[in-house]
């Protein structure tokens, strides 16, 4: 497993968010963690990125437990977490918001060799290159972030619900993004309230509800569930 949880459990003030949540995540795999709004999905990100600190249990990434690491040293194990809010740099350029992705990388090689693979991803940042993040639409906004996470290089990409506040066209283009991701060799550990697309692009996933995995498996069998079919799927 490239990226391994077990029992991991987050409280905000005394409130548990997040309880005894165990999942993995192979390398090349795409994994989605869904649920309903509050099920807990932010939080566990959060909490494998070190952005909180878990109350029980361990992260694992490569073998390497990230349990004492601070959230800024987490990039350069390979960790790419890209959040709800996006975190752009709003009053900077395209161009700078991905510049600052590849701080982690000293040689100008190593720094522009993933910038044609964004460019490849989403043609539109690179028409947008000298215009300010704040000026780009949800969906561009969403593209940059997702485009800066990917200039660190890593071996694992978070997403914390990309498709969130975008409109229909170009949430289609970041789920066949994802998948395009993936197939270059980076791993994805995908959050999402859009079950339909994202088992449609994932080989695994993991359902939350109220802070606890009430069920995983593979895609496909996730999918075909009666229970998720009629509480989540509408059937
Ligand atoms: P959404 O899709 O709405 O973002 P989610 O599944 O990502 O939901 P979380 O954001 O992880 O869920 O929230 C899980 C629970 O933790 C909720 O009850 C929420 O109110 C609580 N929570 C989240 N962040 C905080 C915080 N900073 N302080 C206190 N409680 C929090």
Redesign the pocket.
């Known amino acids: 497993m490239l990226l391994e949880v077990n029992h991991l459990t987050t409280a905000?003030?005394g409130?548990i968010?997040i309880s005894d949540i165990s999942l993995g995540v192979s390398e090349g795999e795409i994994v989605v963690v869904a649920?309903a709004?509050?099920?807990?999905?932010?939080?566990l990100l959060k909490s494998i990125a070190r952005m909180e600190k878990p109350n029980a249990g361990t992260v694992s990434f490569d073998g390497t437990r990230l349990d004492d690491l601070a959230a800024h040293l987490v990039p350069a194990k390979g960790l790419a977490y890209v959040p709800?809010n996006r975190r752009l740099f709003p009053r900077l350029s395209v161009a700078d918001n991905l510049r600052l992705g590849s701080y982690l990388h000293r040689a100008k090689a190593d720094r522009e060799s993933p910038l044609q693979q964004v460019f490849d991803l989403f043609p539109r940042l690179k028409e947008r290159l000298s215009q300010r993040a704040e000026t780009l639409s949800g969906g561009e906004q969403q593209m940059l972030a997702i485009g800066r996470a990917l200039m660190t290089r890593p071996r694992l990409l978070m997403l914390d619900?990309p498709s969130q506040g975008i409109m229909p066209k170009l949430v289609d283009e970041i789920f066949r993004a994802v998948r395009t991701i993936r197939d270059s060799g980076v791993t994805v550990l995908l959050?999402e309230?859009r079950l339909v697309e994202s088992l449609e692009i994932a080989d695994r996933a993991y359902v939350?509800q109220t802070?606890r995995v009430i069920l995983s498996g593979p895609a496909a069998e996730i999918r075909a569930n009666p229970d998720v079919r009629r509480a989540y799927l509408g059937m």
Request: charge should be negative.
């Open positions: 905000y003030n409130l968010a649920g709004n509050g099920a807990g999905k932010s939080t709800e619900e959050v309230q939350l802070g």
